[in-house]
C-alpha cells in the first residue's frame, strides 16, 4: 500500500509540476526556472528536480502530450491522402489554439531535423502522426516521397508561434488560418518535390 501511495504522490507532483509550467509559460515572456515552476506546483525544489532535470524536460514533456493528442487523432482517421492531411493540421491548430501558448517561449538552437533525427521524443510522436498523412498526400498529388524533407516544410508553417500570429495578430479564424496553411502547404510540397527532382537530376548528370 505504502509503495503504491509512493507512486501516486510521483504521478500526482510529476502533473501538478507540468500543468504549473504550463500556466507561467503561458502568462510569462522571461524565462521561468525550476525554482518558480515548483512554487507554482506547491511542492519542493528538490522534489521537481527529481521529477525533470531541467526546465526544458518540462516543457518537452507537455510537447509531447501534446503530440500524443494529434497522433492519436491521425490514427483515428479512416480518410486518407489530402483529406486526412487537412483533418490533422487543423486538428493541431486547434490544439496549438488550446494548449499551445506554453510552446512558444522556449526556442532550440539547434534545426528541427536535427533534434527529430537525434530522437526528440516530443517530435517523433508529432512526427508519427504527420508521415503517413504527408506521404499519402503527396502520392495523391503524383509527387515523389521527399521524405522528412516534407515534415520539415509543414514544421514551418504550423510553428505555433506563427499561427498565433495569424490568429491573433492578422485576426484570421482558426478555420481560415487552416485554410491559408494548407494552400501554402500543397504548393510547398509541390516545389520540393520539383526541386528535389531538379538536383537528382543535376547530379546524374555530372
Given at each position: 500500500m505504502a509503495g503504491k501511495t509512493m507512486r501516486s504522490d510521483?504521478?500526482?507532483?510529476?502533473?501538478n509540476l507540468i500543468q504549473a509550467a504550463v500556466r507561467l509559460f503561458e502568462r510569462s515572456e522571461a524565462p521561468i526556472s525550476m525554482t518558480e515552476i515548483a512554487a507554482e506546483a506547491g511542492v519542493s525544489v528538490a522534489t521537481a528536480y527529481r521529477q525533470f532535470t531541467s526546465v526544458e524536460?518540462?516543457?518537452n514533456t507537455w510537447r509531447q502530450e501534446v503530440g500524443q493528442l494529434l497522433l492519436d487523432y491521425s490514427q483515428r482517421q479512416t480518410c486518407d491522402g489530402?483529406?486526412?492531411?487537412e483533418k490533422v493540421s487543423r486538428y493541431w491548430i486547434k490544439?496549438?489554439?488550446e494548449r499551445g501558448a506554453a510552446m512558444v517561449p522556449m526556442r532550440n538552437r539547434r534545426g528541427y531535423l536535427e533534434r527529430l533525427w537525434q530522437g526528440a521524443e516530443y517530435l517523433l510522436v508529432q512526427a508519427d502522426?504527420?508521415?503517413?498523412p504527408l506521404r499519402e498526400a503527396m502520392a495523391e498529388m503524383g509527387l515523389p516521397d521527399i521524405g522528412d524533407k516534407a515534415i520539415f516544410l509543414w514544421n514551418i508553417l504550423f510553428d505555433p508561434r506563427e499561427i498565433f500570429d495569424l490568429l491573433h495578430t492578422v485576426g484570421l479564424t482558426e478555420k481560415q488560418v487552416g485554410t491559408?496553411?494548407?494552400a501554402v502547404l500543397v504548393g510547398g510540397l509541390?516545389?520540393?518535390a520539383m526541386a528535389n527532382e531538379f538536383t537528382v537530376g543535376a547530379c546524374r548528370a555530372k
Open positions: 510521483t504521478e500526482r507532483n510529476r502533473k524536460e518540462v516543457l489530402l483529406l486526412k492531411l490544439l496549438v489554439r502522426a504527420l508521415r503517413p491559408q496553411l494548407m509541390r516545389g520540393f
